[in-house]
């Protein structure tokens, strides 16, 4: 009943831009923690960022000043804007929430499918 759906991805050249969003939708009576996390064939998928309801954030030390994730509470949106990307930027995107779907259900974590960034010359 609750579905998240990343857009946004894309092929840019090193050192390009791209905004990657997520919109969660659905049974949704509270929406706590949103972020982003990303996976390369044959690795762990690695969190790159979060952002907590109250606009807390933490990022992974290799995207440290060079991304920001952003929220927008009103439409259950979570952003990533990558800057001065790197080739080893490449990997498919996940968005990730906690999400209560009701106030009589503790909160569950929720992933969206995946979108796919490549950055090359």
């Known amino acids: 009943q609750v579905q998240l759906v990343e857009s946004g991805g894309g092929l840019v050249q090193p050192g390009g831009s791209l905004r990657l969003s997520c919109a969660a939708s659905?049974?949704?009576?509270?929406?706590?923690?949103m972020g982003w996390y990303r996976q390369t064939p044959g690795k762990q998928r690695e969190l790159v960022a979060v952002?907590?309801?109250?606009?807390?954030?933490n990022y992974a030390d290799s995207v440290k000043g060079r991304f920001t994730i952003s929220r927008d509470n009103a439409k259950n949106t979570v952003y990533l804007q990558m800057n001065s990307l790197k080739p080893e930027d490449t990997a498919t995107y996940y968005c990730?929430?906690?999400?209560?779907?009701?106030?009589?259900?503790?909160?569950?974590?929720?992933w969206g499918q995946g979108t796919q960034v490549t950055v090359s010359s």
């Open positions: 952002i907590t309801s109250g606009g807390g954030t």
């Open positions: 659905g049974r949704i009576f509270e929406i706590n923690d």
């Open positions: 990730n929430a906690q999400i209560r779907p009701s106030s009589n259900y503790y909160r569950n974590t929720y």
